[in-house]
């Protein structure tokens, strides 16, 4: 992995050198993580202009939360506890005769960034904008693998919360259950907190579980996803409980699939972001929903559970094949209830079998 931490620090290296830049200060963590192979608790990485150098203030742990350090990174501890990793990281750079150096303006805070400025003042700080965030987007098959592995410890977790007794269960304890089942079969953790919602909080995006407990009739809706060696997944399934749905369960549940089908169709190299959208919007819009609509009906994964791209009405760019995405429209109707369905698939282009599905749980809506 060496090898490959270190081909995605050349990348940026040499896209600064572009922009007339000799070092880039990188802080946000999913960036730093990517470029690294770890990010501890506050540390930041000196890309150029001589050896690529990782700030700690405290040695890494090795522990899966922050990943594993790239052995081939020169690493410093800070000499005292209050020390920013950052201000010494540009102080190392005005050392190595750095004229100029990038930074992440988006993630530092103004007064980090005045302390920046003031420990090396002759050095020109510049805006390095979302450069590592558009590198991330294309992941390698390495990355990809991560993502195949968390999805299937996902689909594992919530095949077994299936097969259990669910009528009389709270939401929070079934949403407990399924983070202690991600664990269990492998994951770093849970990719985000997990939503269960049932009977009127059904469908709802992002739910936070309540002290609800699932009725006999109600539509239950599931969103998790497992965190494996920092890459995250998401799946959201809705089913039935205990007995044969009702025929608006049925309509509702057959209209939010037939948008999700459209969308994952959509996936191929080259669509437009707005169009992947629009394929799944236009479903559920043309059935008198649109006013419940989330505002994206998709989003990039990968380090961070929301990334780029986003797949929304005003969305500017087309996919890449080798990027991450889910897929997850819903319709809540206030007061009865609502269906939510949820795939993180990887877009690949129709001559290699087109988007592929990482979450495989199935779609049929069941009665449990």
């Given at each position: 992995?060496?090898?490959?931490?270190?081909?995605?620090?050349?990348?940026?290296?040499?896209?600064?050198?572009?922009?007339?830049?000799?070092?880039a200060l990188i802080t946000r963590p999913a960036n730093v993580r990517y470029l690294a192979g770890a990010s501890p608790l506050g540390a930041v990485l000196l890309v150029g202009p001589a050896d690529d150098e990782l700030f700690c203030a405290a040695a890494p742990t090795g522990e899966a939360e922050e990943g594993r350090l790239d052995e081939g990174l020169t690493l410093s501890l800070l000499p005292g506890p209050g020390a920013d990793p950052a201000v010494a990281a540009a102080d190392r750079a005005a050392?190595?005769?750095?004229?100029?150096?990038?930074?992440?303006?988006?993630?530092?805070?103004?007064?980090?960034?005045?302390a920046v400025s003031s420990v090396a003042p002759r050095l020109r700080l510049a805006d390095l904008g979302a450069a590592v965030e558009q590198q991330r987007l294309v992941k390698d098959e390495g990355e990809i693998a991560c993502l195949r592995i968390a999805a299937e410890i996902a689909d594992q977790a919530l095949g077994e919360l299936l097969e259990s007794i669910l009528?009389?269960?709270?939401?929070?304890?079934?949403?407990?259950e399924l983070e202690r089942r991600l664990v269990?079969?492998?994951?770093d953790g849970p990719a985000f907190p997990t939503s269960v919602g049932t009977g009127p909080h059904s469908g709802r995006s992002r739910h936070r579980p309540t002290d609800r407990r699932v009725e006999?009739?109600?539509?239950?809706?599931?969103?998790?996803?497992?965190?494996?060696?920092?890459?995250?997944?998401?799946?959201?399934?809705?089913?039935v409980i205990g007995t044969t749905p009702a025929d608006w369960q049925i309509?509702?549940?057959?209209?939010?699939?037939?948008?999700?089908?459209?969308?994952r169709q959509a996936l191929l190299p080259g669509a437009a972001y707005r169009d992947v959208d629009h394929a799944a919007r236009s479903v559920l819009d043309s059935a008198g929903h649109g006013e419940a609509l989330a505002g994206c009906m998709g989003h990039g994964v990968g380090?961070?559970?929301?990334e780029d791209p986003q797949l929304a009405p005003t969305a500017m760019g087309k996919l890449d094949a080798c990027v991450p995405v889910t897929v997850e429209p819903g319709v809540h109707l206030p007061g009865r209830g609502g269906v939510r369905i949820d795939d993180t698939l990887v877009v690949r282009p129709e001559a290699d079998g087109?988007?592929?599905?990482?979450?495989?749980?199935?779609?049929?809506?069941?009665?449990l």
């Open positions: 992995m060496s090898d490959v931490y270190a081909a995605r620090r050349g990348l940026l290296r040499e896209r600064c050198a572009a922009a007339g830049n000799s070092a050392a190595a005769r750095a004229d100029s150096l990038a930074v992440e303006e988006h993630h530092l805070t103004v007064a980090r960034h005045r009528v009389g269960r709270t939401e929070r304890h079934l949403a407990l269990d079969h492998g994951a006999e009739g109600d539509f239950l809706s599931v969103c998790l996803g497992a965190n494996y060696r920092g890459y995250r997944c998401e799946i959201g399934r809705t089913f309509e509702l549940y057959d209209l939010v699939f037939a948008a999700q089908r459209a969308g380090l961070e559970i929301d087109g988007p592929e599905l990482l979450t495989i749980t199935t779609k049929e809506l069941l009665a």
